[in-house]
């Protein structure tokens, strides 16, 4: 049974000159007669893709082609337009990584709170929480706020909560590149680790082609929103090379 499914997504979303519009402007060009309803840009037309537990997908693209965005749809983050995404088990989005916290409270707070939005227990995020404070190297910073943290400390929180609790999906946005260099090469072990579990999902935007080729078992390939091709790594990645050369 597939652990996600994607059937013919398509997302619109509101341009920055709607967001410009105040309510004093609106009520003016209305009155004036001049009032236009702001366009909206289609970011994502007509994906559909399904993956099974072990699967492993790099998903390639010029800036703006739409990856991010397709991932954000993916975890939730954002309702499709049109057509329907389906995910089976609990998922770990590496996209952002903080974002979601909440800045007054404290870092345990925070790891209690993430670790319930990602579907898992009070109880068990409470056993996990030593390891990751270990593995983030905020041991001394338990009780304090995460408006106190550096960004790098909080991006290695972030990462550190989403890949402590194994989740079914891991869904990874040019991520590797969290805290120094020592820290860096300790993300990719634990990345590793996931990896090569076969029955993990992962799903995967890099601009390191190099590395979807060799670690994924499948790739996409999006051009302004569409997918232009799925299908082994090498293939696709050989099809977009040469698209852009």
Same mark, same amino acid.
Request: contains cysteine; proline residues 4%; glycine residues 8%.
């Given at each position: ?7 013919? @997504?398509?997302?619109? *979303? ?24 702001? /366009? ?12 099974? +537990?072990? !699967? ?23 309702? +499709?337009?049109?057509?329907?995404? *389906? ?81 079914? %999906?891991?869904?990874? !946005?040019? @991520? ?15 990345? !590793? ?29 999006? !051009?302004?929103?569409?997918? %232009?091709? /799925?299908?082994? +790594? ?12």
């Amino acid at each position: 049974m597939e652990s996600v499914r994607v059937e013919n @997504v398509s997302l619109w *979303r509101r341009t920055q000159e709607e967001f410009s519009y105040t309510l004093k402007q609106t009520l003016l060009s209305i009155i004036e007669g001049k009032y236009k309803h702001p /366009v909206k840009k289609q970011v994502l037309s007509g994906i559909s893709f399904e993956l099974h +537990p072990g !699967d492993k997908l790099g998903i390639v693209g010029s800036n703006g082609a739409g990856k991010s965005t397709l991932l954000k749809v993916i975890t939730g983050i954002l309702e +499709p337009s049109s057509g329907s995404v *389906r995910t089976r088990g609990t998922i770990a989005p590496l996209i952002e990584l903080g974002a979601g916290f909440n800045p007054d409270l404290s870092v345990l707070d925070n790891i209690l709170m993430y670790g319930v939005f990602l579907g898992f227990s009070r109880k068990y995020m409470l056993e996990k929480t030593p390891a990751i404070l270990d593995f983030a190297e905020l041991q001394d910073y338990q009780f304090a706020p995460v408006k106190s943290l550096s960004s790098g400390m909080t991006a290695r929180l972030g990462f550190s909560i989403a890949t402590d609790v194994h989740p079914d %999906i891991l869904i990874l !946005d040019e @991520v590797l590149s969290v805290g120094d260099a020592s820290f860096q090469e300790k993300s990719r072990r634990r990345i !590793d680790e996931l990896w090569n579990s076969t029955q993990i999902t992962v799903l995967f935007v890099s601009h390191h082609l190099e590395l979807i080729q060799n670690s994924c078992t499948k790739a996409i390939w999006l !051009d302004k929103g569409k997918m %232009i091709d /799925v299908g082994k +790594p090498e293939e696709i990645i050989n099809n977009y090379l040469s698209s852009i050369s």
